[in-house]
Nanobody
Framework: VQLQASGGGLVQAGGSLRLSCAASGRTVGSYTMGWFRQAPGKEREFVAAISFFHMTLYGESVKGRFTISRDNAKNTVYLQMNNLKPEDTAVYYC???????????????WGQGTQVTVSS
C-alpha cells in the first residue's frame, strides 16, 4: 500500500486547509485510514481516523474543528481542518490500518507527511 499526502501549507490562525491522501496498492479500500501529526520535539499524535464504513474517531484537541472523510471509489481520504490554531502546526501523516484504532503502532502503512503551519 502506498500513501501520498498533499494539501499542506501556511495559513493564518482561524483559517482552513484540506488535506488529501491518495492510496494505491492491494485492497486499500478495506483499510481504516487515519491522520496523525508530529510537531518538532513531540511524539506523533493521533488526529482522526475513518473506517471503510465511515465510522470515525477524533483526537480530543481537534474535535469540532476537523472532519475526516473518504471517497472509497477514489481510494482517497480527506481531512478538512477549520478554525486552525498555531498549536496545530505539525507534519501531518496519513496512515492505513486493519481496524479503527488510535495508536501509532496499530497502523501498518504510512505516507510521507505534509507540513501544516499556522501563524498567529
Amino acid at each position: 500500500v502506498q500513501l501520498q499526502a498533499s494539501g499542506g501549507g501556511l495559513v493564518q490562525a482561524g483559517g482552513s486547509l484540506r488535506l488529501s491522501c491518495a492510496a494505491s496498492g492491494r485492497t486499500v479500500g478495506s483499510y481504516t485510514m487515519g491522520w496523525f501529526r508530529q510537531a518538532p520535539g513531540k511524539e506523533r499524535e493521533f488526529v482522526a481516523a475513518i473506517s471503510f464504513f465511515h465510522m470515525t474517531l477524533y483526537g480530543e484537541s481537534v474535535k469540532g474543528r476537523f472532519t475526516i472523510s473518504r471517497d472509497n471509489a477514489k481510494n482517497t481520504v480527506y481531512l478538512q481542518m477549520n478554525n486552525l490554531k498555531p498549536e496545530d502546526t505539525a507534519v501531518y501523516y496519513c496512515a492505513a490500518a486493519q481496524r479503527l484504532r488510535v495508536g501509532v503502532q496499530d497502523y501498518d502503512y504510512w505516507g510521507q507527511g505534509t507540513q501544516v503551519t499556522v501563524s498567529s
